[in-house]
């Protein structure tokens, strides 16, 4: 069988992310997947810009990332679902990034997700240079790896022990915890952007799920009201 790697000439710079194409050239598969990595991101950010003031990290929504050099490029490339690289500048050269390259930036993605579209085979293939799995396993490395089955409202779950991914188990409460960002990730069932279905969200250590801006907008105004009937309760007029 021929390789699908070309031969690197050690003379030939390898490209960046503004020479490589931005994307693996698979389409968005389903309508879930924009809304489920806008939930994981918002839910996410208070966390990270307090762990990372300097913002110092990436958040890749079908942003390509290339482990390989290939011809052509696109075989040495994978664009997960979601993924989060931590301990990297926002900006390259003052630009948004097209793709994240690994030959060019080092760090390895922390939590990187796939949303199954049938029952995650594509997810857990396992074959040489190709399948998801093998090159995630094999050459990105992240520090965990979910396949989220939203037919059955479940996240399979892998984390890297010595260097390579195996099946984690969830704690008592069904979750899994990213022990570097302090959060748990699991199945909230609920509505967002109007679909009541099951949705992956975070949780703090303490079991409580991190908000959306609309849902801290509605407790604040919740307390708020609780605050002011209390007032009145002692003949204070709150408005004063």
Not at 46 to 74: H, M, N, S
Not at 97 to 116: C, F, G, K, N
Not at 123 to 151: C, Q, S
């Amino acid at each position: 069988m021929s390789s699908i790697l070309a031969p690197l000439n050690l003379n030939t710079p390898l490209p960046d992310h503004n020479q490589l194409p931005s994307n693996d050239g698979v389409p968005v598969r389903n309508s879930l997947e924009p809304w489920q990595s806008s939930l994981l991101s918002e839910t996410l950010e208070p966390v990270l810009r307090t762990r990372y003031p300097e913002g110092d990290y990436f958040i890749g929504q079908d942003c390509g990332i290339y482990w390989e050099k290939t011809d052509p490029p696109a075989q040495g490339c994978k664009a997960p679902d979601w993924y989060l690289i931590p301990n990297v500048p926002r900006l390259l050269d003052g630009q948004m990034r097209r793709s994240y390259v690994l030959w060019q930036e080092l760090e390895l993605p922390l939590v990187l997700l796939e949303y199954a579209s049938d029952r995650g085979a594509e997810e857990r293939d396992n074959t040489p240079m190709r399948g998801k799995f093998w090159v995630y396993d094999r050459k990105i490395h992240p520090a965990f790896y979910g396949i989220y089955l939203p037919d059955e409202a479940r996240i399979e779950m892998y984390h890297a022990v010595e260097h390579h991914l195996e099946l984690m188990p969830s704690n008592q409460a069904g979750r899994f915890p990213i022990r570097d960002l302090g959060v748990e990730l699991g199945i909230w069932h609920g509505s967002y952007a109007g679909y009541e279905i099951p949705w992956m969200r975070w949780w703090d250590e303490s079991g409580r799920l991190l908000p959306t801006r609309e849902e801290s907008e509605i407790r604040e105004k919740l307390e708020n009201e609780r605050l002011a009937a209390k007032l009145r309760a002692l003949g204070v007029d709150p408005n004063v």
